[in-house]
Every structure is written in structure tokens, then in C-alpha cells.
């Protein structure tokens, strides 16, 4: 089992700048890809972005160009830049594991609250 521990959420004004970190127990080498997901109130969780064990990334249409996922190996953590940052993009956050094999589960953490608000 893997633990997927969320930390930097909070409460930033439109235009402002937040940075997500997404700490895991184990070596997010064992993973095939590591994400971020958000939930806005009232709608399904979806994709933000995400980045393979090899680098390569995709990001939602509606982040694009403001916000960079990254991966620190030695850390196993993952990071999420948010630049930028609009009222619709108030969500709760949460970091995604998922394996290498379509058989297992993905790994969710407990998700970090982004409230941007003036």
C-alpha cells in the first residue's frame, strides 16, 4: 500500500500563485504515472494533469499555459505550480497514483482545498 499525502492548498486571490506538493510513502518509480485531480462543488473530479514515469505530461485545456506539474524522484513527490489562478479553479485537489498494471487500484490522497477568492 501506498499513502499519497497532499499539502499547500489555501486561500489565494484571482491572479495569485499556489504550489501543491503531493508526498508519497513509497517510490513513485512503481508507479506508471503520478496526477492531479480537482473537484469543483457540484461537479465530477477530473483530470489537471498528469506526468509519466518517463516525463511526458498533459494537462486540462482549461490550465494550460498556467499551471506546470513536476516530479522530484528522490523525494517521491510530485508538485503542482498553479500561476494564474482564476475563481473556477476553486476545487478540491487531489494526488493520483496509478500503476503500471491495469489490474491494480489507483492511490488517492485526501485531497487539499484551493479556494481562490478576493
Known amino acids: 500500500q501506498v499513502q499519497l499525502v497532499e499539502s499547500g492548498g489555501g486561500l489565494v486571490q484571482p491572479g495569485g500563485s499556489l504550489r501543491l506538493s503531493c508526498a508519497a510513502s513509497?517510490?513513485?518509480?512503481?508507479?506508471?504515472?503520478m496526477g492531479w485531480y480537482r473537484r469543483a462543488p457540484g461537479k465530477q473530479r477530473g483530470l489537471v494533469a498528469r506526468?509519466?514515469?518517463?516525463?511526458?505530461?498533459n494537462y486540462a485545456d482549461s490550465v494550460k499555459g498556467r499551471f506546470t506539474i513536476s516530479r522530484a524522484n528522490a523525494k517521491n513527490t510530485v508538485y503542482l505550480q498553479m500561476n494564474s489562478l482564476k475563481s473556477e479553479d476553486t476545487a478540491v485537489y487531489y494526488c493520483?497514483?496509478?500503476?503500471?498494471?491495469?489490474?491494480?487500484?489507483?492511490?488517492w490522497g485526501q485531497g487539499t482545498q484551493v479556494t481562490v477568492s478576493s
Open positions: 506526468i509519466t514515469s518517463g516525463g511526458s505530461t
Open positions: 513509497g517510490s513513485i518509480f512503481n508507479f506508471y504515472a
Open positions: 493520483n497514483a496509478q500503476p503500471y498494471s491495469a489490474y491494480e487500484n489507483n492511490y
